[in-house]
């Protein structure tokens, strides 16, 4: 199994910056972050690859910012200029070299970051 112990997250002002981490029980392929807001599907909003590959989404470009560590088991997410629909619960992506226990994609508990005055 993989584990994804994320960290960040609470409560911050319109146009303010958090950062969220994640650290993963050992090197995946990829990690990213998703989000989900109440009543919507869960997003993508940003992924890194071992290799440094970077998908992010149209919505938080320019503003958010993915990265890895050097041992390339955590991942971070800055976001910078926040609105208050960045309003989400986060939940960071894990996804393995090879399938492991049958699943190919693993999740975290996810942390909620909220954006009002």
């Known amino acids: 199994q993989v584990r994804l112990l994320e960290s960040g997250g609470g409560l911050v002002q319109p146009g303010g910056s958090m950062q969220l981490s994640c650290e993963a029980s050992?090197?995946?392929?990829?990690m990213g972050w998703y989000r989900q807001s109440p009543g919507k599907e869960r997003e993508l909003v940003a992924t890194?690859?071992?290799?440094?590959?970077?998908n992010t989404a149209d919505s938080v470009k320019g503003r958010f910012t993915i990265s890895s560590s050097n041992a390339k088991t955590r991942v971070y997410l800055n976001m910078n200029a926040l609105k208050p629909e960045d309003t989400a619960v986060y939940y960071c992506?894990?996804?393995?070299?090879?399938?492991?226990?049958?699943?190919?994609?693993?999740w975290g508990q996810g942390t909620q970051v909220t954006v009002r005055s």
């Open positions: 050992q090197i995946l392929l990829a």
């Open positions: 890194i690859t071992v290799g440094g590959t970077i």
């Open positions: 992506y894990g996804q393995p070299y090879i399938p492991i226990g049958g699943q190919s994609e693993f």
